[in-house]
């Protein structure tokens, strides 16, 4: 069983509609979870990092970590042509000392949004 | 652009070659992380440096070897290439110390193919 587990898709949306991108995942410890863009043949762009349980918003984009279900969603609002992508979720230890970060990825979700 | 920038775009060589792959962190950036993604493996961590230093190593095979110098760019070293080698390379960059340290900002990559 991988540690982090990412349905592949391919989900396909119409333009204007929430998409809801989800990962699971079995380590209690990581405590950093990240989602990145990738576009075809490109490297993975950044676009949400949260820290341990919550919500987080920016622009059409909300982030929630839920680790009492080890489950982190990726909201999209109002999607566009552009946001088709892959996204990878992306999750980390804590390390309290050291600077050690390595981070372990999902397989990634493959989105088109129709115009 | 995320300002990681990494050499060569595309490298195509033959079974049982050497290349090198070079990677600049953005400026300021002291951790480089270098990363493997295939179609039937995803993306996953091969090491970690953190200002000339080694820090964190994931499932990098012997035949590959990394550095970063004290200008902090990075090279990564594949040896004895094999056709299963074949998949992008990429690099990526994150401050040294704190929260923000968790965020990697990655390269545009490396495809490499092994014929």
């Known amino acids: 069983q991988k540690e982090v587990e990412q349905d592949p898709g391919p989900l396909s949306v119409p333009e204007g509609a929430i998409v809801s991108l989800n990962c699971t995942y079995s380590n209690s410890a990581f405590q950093y979870f990240m989602w990145y863009r990738q576009y075809s043949r490109k490297g993975p762009e950044l676009l949400m990092y949260?820290?341990?349980?919550g919500n987080k918003e920016d622009g059409r984009f909300t982030a929630q970590v839920d680790k009492s279900s080890k489950y982190i969603s990726l909201f999209i609002r109002d999607s566009q042509p552009s946001d088709s992508a892959t996204y990878l979720c992306?999750?980390?230890?804590?390390?309290?000392?050291?600077?050690?970060?390595?981070?372990?990825f999902g397989s990634g979700t493959q989105l088109t949004v129709l115009p | 652009d995320s300002g990681v920038t990494q050499t060569p775009k595309h490298l195509i060589t033959a079974t049982g070659q050497r290349v090198t792959l070079r990677c600049s962190p953005r400026?300021?950036?002291?951790?480089v992380y270098w990363y493997q993604q295939s179609l039937d493996q995803g993306l996953q961590f091969l090491i970690q440096?953190?200002?000339?230093?080694?820090?964190a190593k994931g499932n990098i095979l012997e035949r590959f070897s990394a550095q970063q110098f004290p200008d902090l760019h990075s090279e990564l070293n594949l040896s004895s290439l094999e056709l299963g080698d074949s998949a992008l390379y990429f690099c990526?960059?994150?401050?040294?110390?704190?929260?923000?340290?968790?965020?990697?900002?990655f390269g545009p990559g490396t495809r490499l193919t092994v014929t």
């Open positions: 990526a960059s994150s401050v040294g110390w704190g929260d923000r340290s968790y965020e990697q900002y």
């Open positions: 949260t820290y341990s349980s």
């Open positions: 440096y953190y200002n000339g230093e080694e820090r």
């Open positions: 992306a999750m980390s230890l804590a390390f309290s000392s050291g600077s050690a970060r390595q981070l372990t």
């Open positions: 400026s300021g950036d002291l951790s």
